[in-house]
């Protein structure tokens, strides 16, 4: 089945650092990538969704500057937490998509950031 | 908005128990309705789905029926296994444009012992 890989599965940094999370479709091309944030014990909560190759369009309350997200290719996006405080310390996770409905997107396996 | 609301967890079962895990939502329009699973160390997987009312989604022994009338979609299995112990999110979808964006419970984590 179709697979998707994030790096790094967990990391640690420092408050005011920068910090990037790759999302990678191992064995199938995603013309649509969405990245979500989990907190503990709560739901999954969209943050953006980008398309190859145009900008990403975020959720409601999200802040574009903070959480920069880049699709180049049709098998990569990134998330670049920017400036990173301990409050942006969460669960991040992407799912990449081949078409339309819900039943084709395909979810990594998560990052866990910490923010000390 | 859309909301989904999953029953409290955890959920201890020994094997062979049944299994309801309760989920009920709260949408405009007519949204798909879908469980997923998560076993641990891994992303999580689609389970089932139900696109509408009084449809009935079902996969691995897990069954699910789209209950419009009381905005429902409980997931249900006859008799656990072991090897179902996961992480379980119900989530409804919402279409949007050419992407669908997923609304998701809280998820709740089953643990079933031998």
């Known amino acids: 089945g179709a697979v998707v890989s994030q790096h790094p599965s967990w990391v640690i940094c420092k408050s005011g650092t920068s910090v990037k999370i790759e999302c990678r479709s191992l064995d199938f091309q995603a013309t649509t990538m969405f990245w979500y944030r989990q907190f503990p014990k709560q739901s999954l909560m969209l943050m953006a969704t980008s398309n190859e190759g145009s900008k990403a369009t975020y959720e409601q309350g999200v802040e574009k500057d903070k959480f920069l997200i880049n699709h180049a290719s049709l098998t990569l996006s990134t998330l670049t937490v920017t400036s990173a405080h301990p409050e942006d310390s969460s669960f991040y996770i992407c799912?990449?998509?081949?078409?339309?409905?819900?039943?084709?997107?395909?979810f990594g396996p998560g990052t866990r950031l910490t923010v000390l | 908005g859309n909301s989904v609301t999953q029953m409290e967890g955890p959920v201890t079962l020994s094997e062979e128990a049944f299994l309801t895990i309760n989920c009920t939502y709260t949408?405009?329009?007519?949204?798909?309705l879908f469980w997923y699973v998560q076993y641990p160390g891994e992303g999580l997987q689609l389970l089932l789905k139900?696109?509408?009312?009084?449809d009935k989604g079902s996969n691995k022994g897990f069954e699910a029926t789209y209950r419009k009338e009381t905005t429902s979609f409980h997931l249900e299995k006859g008799s656990v296994q072991v090897s179902d112990s996961a992480v379980y999110f119900c989530?409804?979808?919402?279409?949007?444009?050419?992407?669908?964006?997923?609304?998701f419970g809280k998820g709740i984590t089953l643990s079933v012992r031998p």
């Open positions: 139900a696109t509408k009312a009084d």
């Open positions: 799912s990449a998509g081949q078409g339309r409905g819900p039943d084709t997107q395909y």
């Open positions: 949408a405009t329009g007519y949204p798909s």
């Open positions: 989530a409804l979808s919402d279409l949007n444009g050419a992407n669908s964006k997923l609304t």
